[in-house]
């Protein structure tokens, strides 16, 4: 089991950047691969960047890639989003998610979510 917990969400303006975190708990966390995804009003919940278990492989969404960075530190039990160049459109909630295998585009093969943290961007 393990209990992911977001941070670092709020309110920026169009161009700025914000970092979230997602906190694991437990001592297993170098085990899972890593993601995250967002949801915006009225809008099915997409996927942003996954990251693998020992953070070398890393994949984008084309709409975040070059603006978003994800990392991870095992030793903290964090997972981390760099959003740089902020725009409207990345206006959502956004969650972290943890699969025991290797890293994925899609929310089904997820095992554990986060409540989330919104991020909103002002134009």
């Known amino acids: 089991q393990v209990q992911l917990v977001e941070s670092g969400g709020g309110l920026v303006q169009y161009g700025g950047s914000v970092r979230l975190s997602c906190a694991a708990s437990?001592?297993?966390?170098?085990?899972?691969?890593m993601g995250w995804f967002r949801q915006a009003p009225g809008k099915e919940r997409e996927f942003v960047a996954t990251?693998?278990?020992?953070?070398?492989?890393?994949n984008y969404a084309d709409s975040v890639k070059g603006r978003f960075t994800i990392s991870r530190d095992n030793a903290k039990n964090t997972v981390y989003l760099q959003m740089n160049s902020l725009k409207p459109e990345d206006t959502a909630v956004y969650y972290c998610?943890?699969?025991?295998?290797?890293?994925?585009?899609?929310?089904?093969?997820?095992?554990?979510w986060g409540q989330g943290t919104q991020v909103t961007v002002s134009s």
């Open positions: 998610a943890a699969r025991s295998y290797g890293s994925s585009r899609y929310k089904e093969e997820y095992d554990y």
């Open positions: 437990g001592h297993t966390f170098g085990s899972y691969a």
């Open positions: 990251i693998s278990r020992s953070g070398s492989n890393r």
